[in-house]
C-alpha cells in the first residue's frame, strides 16, 4: 500500500546529494595550498614572539626574492619538534624568549655561528651576545619583576628584598610559575641562584645549594605556584596571592587590558630575558642566506619598529638592545631601575633539566 | 603476515582464489594500520631503550631511562596513575551499570535526555570539565556569582577527590554505552525466570549480571584505558593538587630543552602495557562469547515500572549523577565566560558580562580571532569523522569475527593499547617517523603539512571508536548478509542493503563523536598544526595559559555551543535522508 | 578464476545437483568427508543427522556461503564449486530459508519478499504483483506493512518463504527451519512448505535433525554422520533397511540389545538370544553375513513391536513403566528385565504403569548388525 512516493524519494535524493557535495567541499577547502614558484625556496620561522607574524608579513612584503613562512607556536613545542627532527631539521631559524635554549643548540653544534648583524648594540645588548657570535639578541624583558595587585597590598607593604617574601605576614600571598612549563621562569630561578650563590666561575653546585634553600623557604611560606601566566594572573584576580614574580611584559600586558590594578615593582636583582633569534647550521647555505637577511632585517630600524608596536600589550613591551632606541610604552621605566642582571646560558641551560625536576618534586609537587 | 595465515587456513591453493584476496585485504589493513599508527608509535618507544636510533643519545641500548622512569617522582606518578585508574574504571562501570539499567529497564523520568546527556558527556574533554570545575569552585568564581559558598570544597576538589570525581565523569560515558549495548541484547527471559524463582528486583538483576558480564568487562578495560591516558586531569587538577600522574610525568619528561624522549617513552610503554590486564581478563571470561545476538526477532525488553515514590527517587539520582558529572562543567564554564572578571570582588559586586564574547572574533591580541581557527577545526573534523568512519568499520568487522580467535585477540590487545597511548606520544612519534629523510624521500612527504596532522588524528580516534563500534556491529546476525548474497545481492549490495542500515545510527553518532573529538583534541594538534593553520584548541589554550582566561573561557564555550550546532545539523540530516526503516533502529541496533 | 555463468533465473525449472566429493576441513577437523549426491530435479531431498555431522557444512556450501576444501558441486550441469571454480552465492540462481528466519528487521514485510527481484528483469508493476500473490499464498497480506519484529516466529517464518520463492528458482534451501517454532506453527508450515515447493516444482534440499519431520517430507533422505554420507535412499528403504547401526538408531528405535546369533534361517534372516529372556528366541533380519561369534546388536522399530496380555502364550514378559495417550492409541514404556526397555511401543488399548505384559517381535522389523562397524 504504501510505495514511498516518487515526490518524496527524489527529495531525500537531492539532499543526500548536497549534503554529500557540501561535505566535501567543505573538506576540500583545506587542501588549498599556494605554491611557490620560485628556485629560492626560503626558510621556516620557529618563533613564539607575538609580534612574529606582523614581522614576517613585513619582511615579506620588502619582496627579498623568498618566502619566509612562519611556524608560530608556544617556545615548549617548538623546541621539542626542534629536537624531534634531529638531523633533518625544517626548521631554519628559531626566535624566543630566553638564551638557554640557543646555548643547548650551539652546544649540539647546530647553530650557525658569526651570525650577529653588524649593528650597535647597548651595553645590554652587549651583554647578551654570544662569543662566538651564534646567536642574537633582539630584545630585553626582565623576569623576576614583582608583580602585584595594587587593589590588595600597597606598594609600601612590599617586601623590598627576594629574601623578605618568605616572611610570615607575605605567607600564601606570593605566587610564581613552573619552570618546567612557563618559559621566562628558569632564567628567573636560574639568575637568583646564580646572584645568591655569589657566582663567579666553576662549579655551580653552592649557587644551586643556595639557591634551593631560598626556594624551599618560600615553600614552607605557602608559595603557590601554576604552569603559566594565565592561571598565576588568574589567580591575583581570585585573590588567591597577591604578587607574584613573572614577566615584566606580561604584568605590563595585564594592566593594559583585563586588570588595570596591576603594578611592578623590581627587587634588586631582577634577572634580564632576552628575546633571542638564531640561524640553523645544518642548513644549506642558500638557505642560510635568506636566514641572516631576515636578521638582519629583525635589528633594522624596520624590524624593530614591527617589534615594538605589532604587540602592544604583549612582547612588544620591551626594553631595546639597540643604541638610541627606547622602550614602546610610558609605563616601561628605564631598565636601570630595575636592577636587571645577566646570565651566563652556557653555564646554567645545561643545569636546566634537573633544576626543574628538583622544582617540580620539591616546590610545585611531588611526595 | 600471521594473521592473514590464520584466516586462510582452510584455503585452496588456487591463486585467484577470492579469499587469497580477502587476506590480501588483512595485508594491506595492516600496512595502512602500520603506517598511522604503529611504525609512529614504535619510532617514540623505541627511544626507551635505544636513543640513538633518533639521535636522541649516544647509546644504542640502554636500561638507564628504564631505571629513572621509575624513580622516585617519576615511579610515584605511575604509581599513582594505576590506582587512580583501577578505582575510576571500577567506580564508572558501577555508575554506569545502575544507570543504564535505570535507564533501558525502568521507567526512570526523562529517559531521552539521558541519553543525549551521555553523549555531551562523552564529547566533552577533560580539560574543559576541570576548567568548569574550577571556575565554578573558586573564591569569587561562579558559585559565589550565584550566591553559594564552596570555599570549604574547593581545597578538597583540588586532590585526588576531584580527580577521582572528574575521571569517573570522564570514563562514565564510555562505560554506560558499552554496558547499555550489552542490556539491551539481554532478553527479559533470564530476569524473569530468576523473578519466578523467588528473587526480588535487585537479585535478579545480580542474577543476569554474569551474563552481560562480557561487556562490564569491555566497559572497565576501557574505563581503565581512557583513564591511564587522560591527560587534562594529569596536567590541571593533578599538578595542583600536588598528585603526580603517569602523563604528567610524560609531559615533563619532555617539557625540557633537551626534553628526554627516552624516559617519556618508558612511561608511554608502562601507560600500553597497563591495559593489557584488563584485556587478558575479559577475553579469559568471555572465550568465544560473543555479545548478544540481534536480528529480526530481537524484542524490546520490557521495562520495570516503578511506583511513583521510588520513580521519583530514581529519576533523582540520575539527576544528581549527571548534575555532578556534566552540569557542573557547563555551569562553571558558562558562566566563567559571562563574570567580569571572574574572581574579582569588586565593590559593587559581581558583573555578568559580554564583553569576553566579544572579543572572541574581534580579541585584543591582534592575528588572534577564533574564527579562522573554527573553522579549519570544523574542516579537520570533517575529514577526520570521515576517515576513522571507515577504518573503523573495517576494524570492527575484523574484531568481532572469529570470537577468541589469534588474529581477534591481537586486534583487541592493538586497539585497547592503542587507546592508552597519549596523544603527545603520537603526536611526536608522527615527527620522528615522517622526517626520517627515507620517507620523505621515497614514500611520502608531508611532514609539516595538513594532512599529516589529518592522519595523526585519524589514528588518534580509530582505536577508541573501533571498540565503541565493535558491540553493535557484532550483533548483527551474519546470516542477514548470507541471505541478501542467496537472493541475489552481490558483496556490495549485500552490505550496503542490510548491513549498513543497521549500523547506520552507530556510523552516525560514531561521526559526530570523532568530529567534537577533534575539534577539541590538543596535544596532537599543538605538536603537529602546520604553519599558519592553527586549530581553536591551540589558539584556546594559549588564551587561557598566557593572554586572557576569561576570553578564553569565552572561546571555549562558544565552541562547545557551536560543536552542538554541528551535532543539531548532522541528526537533521539523518532523519530527512534515511528510510524510516532504518530510524527503527535503535543506536545498538536494537529498537528502542 | 573462473566464474561460472549465471544459471538462468528467469524461468522456474526445476535444478538437478551434482556433489562429488565434497570435502571442507576446519583446521585439522574435518566437517565434510568426501561427500557424493546426485539430486534429480523436482526432488525433495531431506539431510538428516545430528549436530557436528556435516549438513549444516554441505548446505552453506550448496549455498556458496562457505568455500569447500574439496571436490565439487554442480547445479543443473555447470559447475559452481571445484579446485579452480567458485561462483558467488548471487549468481547460482537458488533461494534459502534459515533457521533464524533472517529476515531485514529494517525493512518492512513486503520489502523483504520484494528483495530478491530487485535484481530480476521484471516490469515494476510485475514485481508488485508478484508480491501480493505470494503474500496471499502464504497467508500474510495482512501484514505486509508491518516490520519483522513486530511478528511471531510463525509468521516470520512465512515471510522468509515467501521470500525464497519470490525469484521463481529452481533450488529451494532450507536451514532447519521448523526447529525454532512451536510444535502446533510446526506441523502447519511443514506442510505448507512441501506443497508449496512441490507446487512450484523447484528442487529442494532440506536439513533437519529430527526424523519425523524428515520421514513426513522427504522425496529422498540423506543420513550423514561425522561428515560421511552413511546412507542416501528413499524413506521406506532407510526405514525398513537401515545400512548400519548408526542410521538404525538414528531414525526411531525402541529399544537395541546385545544378542548372540543363534544361527541363519533363511536368507538375510537370523535366529537371536535375547539377553534378557534366556531361552526365548526371535527372528530378526541382516543384510550381513554374521558367524556365531559376532559381535552384534539388535535394533527393534517400535512399529515391529506390540503389546498382550501376559496371558498370552508367547512373548517376552515386561512392566508397563509409562504410558501416554497419544489421541488416536497409547504409548508405552515397558521394562524387560536386566535393565533393557522398550519405548514408543503403541498399543490400541491402554496397559497402565507397572501392569504385566507379554511383549512380541516382528522380525522384519528388527535388525541385526555388527555394531562395531558403525561408520
Known sequence: MTIPSKPKNAVRKRITVLAIAATAAAGSLTFVASASASSNPGFVLYSSQGYDQASVNAFNASAPGFKVTLNDNSTGPLLQQIQAEGSNPTWGVLWVDGASAFAQLDNEGKLLKHSVPKVKFNPQGLANVPKDGSFTPTGITVTGALCYDSSQITAAQLPSTWAQLSDAQYKGLVGMNDPSQSGPTYPMIAGLMDYLGKYKSGSTTAAVTAGEAFYEALHANGLVVNSTNGPTIAAMEAHTISMATIQSSACYGAELTNFPSMRVKYLNPSIELPSVIGIDGKQPAIVRKDAQKFVDWVLSPAGQAVMQTADAEGDSLFWPVLKGENPSNHLIPKLASTHAISTNPYTWGPLETNINTWFDSSIAGGV | ?592 | ?375
Request: glycine share 10%.
Open chain 2, 1 to 592: 603476515m600471521a594473521i592473514a595465515a590464520v584466516e586462510s587456513a582452510s584455503l585452496t591453493t588456487s591463486p585467484k582464489d577470492p579469499r587469497r584476496r580477502g587476506s590480501l585485504g588483512g595485508v594491506l589493513l595492516w600496512v595502512v594500520l602500520t603506517l598511522l599508527i604503529i611504525a609512529p608509535v614504535l619510532s617514540f618507544l623505541i627511544l626507551g631503550v635505544s636513543p640513538r636510533v633518533f639521535q636522541q643519545g649516544s647509546q644504542w641500548f640502554t636500561l638507564k631511562y628504564v631505571r629513572e622512569s621509575f624513580s622516585s617522582y617519576s615511579g610515584q606518578g605511575i604509581f599513582n596513575s594505576l590506582w587512580v585508574a583501577s578505582i575510576v574504571s571500577v567506580l564508572a562501570v558501577t555508575l554506569a551499570t545502575t544507570l543504564a539499567w535505570l535507564i533501558h529497564r525502568t521507567n526512570v523520568g526523562g529517559r531521552r535526555v539521558w541519553a543525549v546527556a551521555m553523549w555531551l558527556l562523552l564529547m566533552m574533554p577533560t580539560w574543559m570539565m576541570t576548567l568548569g570545575w574550577s571556575d565554578l569552585l573558586q573564591p569569587f568564581g561562579g558559585a559565589q556569582a550565584l550566591g553559594v559558598n564552596t570555599h570549604w570544597f574547593y581545597g578538597e576538589f583540588f586532590g585526588p577527590l576531584g580527580i577521582v570525581i572528574v575521571l569517573t565523569s570522564a570514563a562514565l560515558p564510555f562505560a554506560y554505552f558499552i554496558v547499555s549495548a550489552g542490556l539491551q541484547g539481554l532478553g527479559p527471559e533470564f530476569e524473569d525466570a530468576a523473578r519466578i524463582h523467588g528473587a526480588g528486583p535487585l537479585r535478579s538483576f545480580q542474577t543476569v549480571l554474569p551474563i552481560i558480564a562480557p561487556a562490564l568487562l569491555s566497559a572497565l578495560a576501557i574505563s581503565f584505558a581512557e583513564t591511564m591516558s587522560d591527560f587534562g586531569v594529569a596536567f590541571t587538577l593533578g599538578y595542583h593538587a600536588h598528585f603526580p600522574m603517569a602523563t604528567f610525568m610524560l609531559f615533563s619528561a619532555i617539557s625540557n630543552f633537551p626534553a628526554n624522549f627516552s624516559v617519556a617513552a618508558v612511561i608511554a610503554l608502562v601507560l600500553i602495557i597497563s591495559t593489557v590486564p584488563p584485556i587478558l581478563l575479559q577475553s579469559r571470561v568471555m572465550r568465544k562469547r560473543s555479545y548478544a545476538v540481534l536480528s529480526g526477532r530481537t524484542r524490546a525488553p520490557r521495562r520495570r515500572e516503578f511506583r511513583r515514590g521510588p520513580r521519583v527517587a530514581a529519576t533523582a539520582g540520575v539527576v544528581f549523577v549527571l548534575f555532578i558529572a556534566l552540569g557542573v562543567p557547563i555551569l562553571g564554564a558558562v558562566i566563567g565566560s559571562l563574570v567580569k572578571n571572574l574572581g574579582i570582588e569588586s565593590a559593587t559586586g559581581v558583573h555578568f558580562t559580554l564583553t569576553y564574547y566579544s572579543q572572541v572574533f574581534h580579541p585584543s591580541v591582534t592575528g588572534k580571532s577564533l574564527g579562522a581557527p573554527l573553522l579549519l577545526s570544523n574542516q579537520l573534523g570533517l575529514v577526520v569523522a570521515t576517515g576513522t568512519g571507515v577504518l573503523a568499520v573495517v576494524l570492527a568487522r575484523r574484531l568481532i569475527a572469529n570470537p577468541g580467535s589469534w588474529s581477534q585477540r591481537v586486534t583487541d590487545v592493538f586497539l585497547l593499547g592503542s587507546v592508552a597511548v597519549p596523544g603527545v606520544v603520537l603526536g611526536v612519534g608522527y615527527i620522528f617517523f615522517y622526517n626520517i629523510g627515507f620517507v620523505t624521500h621515497h614514500v611520502v612527504d608531508i611532514y609539516k603539512t595538513l594532512p599529516l596532522l589529518m592522519l595523526a588524528l585519524v589514528a588518534n580516534a580509530v582505536p577508541g571508536q573501533t571498540r565503541f563500534m565493535a558491540g553493535p556491529v557484532s550483533q548483527i546476525q551474519p546470516s542477514l548478509g548470507e541471505a541478501a548474497r542467496v537472493h541475489g545481492a552481490g558483496r556490495m549490495r549485500a552490505w550496503r542493503t542490510t548491513n549498513l542500515p543497521l549500523m547506520s545510527r552507530v556510523l552516525l553518532w560514531g561521526w559526530l563523536l570523532t568530529f567534537t573529538k577533534t575539534i577539541s583534541e590538543l596535544a596532537i594538534s599543538q605538536i603537529l598544526y602546520p604553519p599558519s593553520q592553527e586549530p581553536a584548541s591551540v589558539s584556546i589554550q594559549s588564551y587561557l595559559a598566557n593572554y586572557d582566561p576569561g576570553t578564553g573561557t569565552a572561546m571555549t564555550v562558544m565552541t562547545l555551543f557551536e560543536m552542538l550546532a554541528v551535532i543539531g545539523i548532522a541528526l537533521a540530516i539523518y532523519r530527512l535522508v534515511t528510510p524510516e526503516g532504518w530510524r527503527r533502529i535503535g543506536w545498538s541496533g536494537v529498537q528502542s
Open chain 3, 1 to 375: 578464476m573462473e566464474r561460472g555463468s549465471v544459471v538462468n533465473k528467469s524461468a522456474r525449472r526445476a535444478t538437478s545437483v551434482s556433489i562429488r566429493g565434497l570435502t571442507k576441513r576446519f583446521g585439522v577437523k574435518s566437517a565434510l568427508d568426501d561427500v557424493s549426491i546426485d539430486i534429480a530435479p523436482g526432488t525433495f531431498l531431506v539431510l538428516l543427522g545430528p549436530s557436528g555431522s556435516g549438513k549444516t557444512t554441505l548446505l552453506r556450501c550448496l549455498a556458496g556461503i562457505e568455500r569447500p576444501s574439496g571436490g565439487t558441486i554442480a547445479i543443473d550441469g555447470e559447475q559452481v564449486a571445484g579446485p579452480k571454480t567458485f561462483v558467488p552465492p548471487e549468481r547460482r540462481g537458488l533461494a534459502m530459508v534459515f533457521q533464524d528466519y533472517a529476515l531485514w528487521p529494517h525493512l518492512s514485510v513486503r520489502k523483504n519478499v520484494a528483495y530478491p527481484l530487485a535484481t530480476s528483469s521484471l516490469a515494476k508493476g510485475d514485481r508488485k504483483s508478484r508480491c501480493d500473490d505470494l503474500l496471499e499464498r502464504v497467508g500474510i497480506s495482512h501484514l505486509s506493512e508491518r516490520f519483522p519484529n513486530e511478528l511471531s516466529g510463525g509468521e516470520q517464518q512465512r515471510v522468509a518463504l515467501a521470500r525464497a520463492l519470490a525469484a521463481e528458482v529452481g533450488l529451494i534451501l532450507f536451514d532447519e527451519p521448523l526447529s525454532n517454532l512451536d510444535a502446533d506453527r510446526r506441523e502447519q508450515l511443514r506442510i505448507e512448505i512441501a506443497t508449496l515447493t512441490r507446487e512450484v516444482g523447484a528442487t529442494a534440499v532440506y536439513i533437519t535433525h529430527d526424523q519425523s519431520e524428515a520421514f513426513a517430507l522427504a522425496d529422498q533422505i540423506g543420513v550423514l554422520n561425522q561428515g560421511r554420507l552413511i546412507q542416501l535412499d528413499a524413506p521406506e528403504t532407510i526405514y525398513r533397511h537401515p545400512t548400519n547401526a548408526f542410521v538404525a538408531r538414528f531414525t526411531g528405535v525402541a529399544g537395541e540389545f546385545p544378542v548372540r546369533v543363534l544361527g541363519e534361517k533363511e536368507p538375510n534372516r537370523v535366529e537371536v538370544a535375547l539377553p534378557f529372556a534366556s531361552g526365548y528366541a526371535i527372528g530378526a533380519s541382516t543384510t550381513e553375513k554374521l558367524g556365531p561369534e559376532a559381535n552384534v546388536r539388535l535394533f527393534v522399530r517400535a512399529v515391529g513391536v506390540s503389546l498382550v496380555a501376559p496371558s498370552h502364550g508367547s512373548g517376552v514378559c515386561g512392566v508397563v513403566r509409562d504410558v501416554a495417550f497419544n489421541g488416536h492409541g497409547y504409548d508405552h514404556v515397558v521394562d524387560v528385565g536386566d535393565g533393557f526397555s522398550l519405548t514408543k511401543i503403541y498399543a490400541a488399548s491402554r496397559f497402565e504403569r507397572a501392569q504385566n505384559v507379554k511383549v512380541c517381535f516382528d522380525p522384519s522389523s528388527c535388525f541385526v548388525m555388527d555394531s562395531s562397524r558403525e561408520a
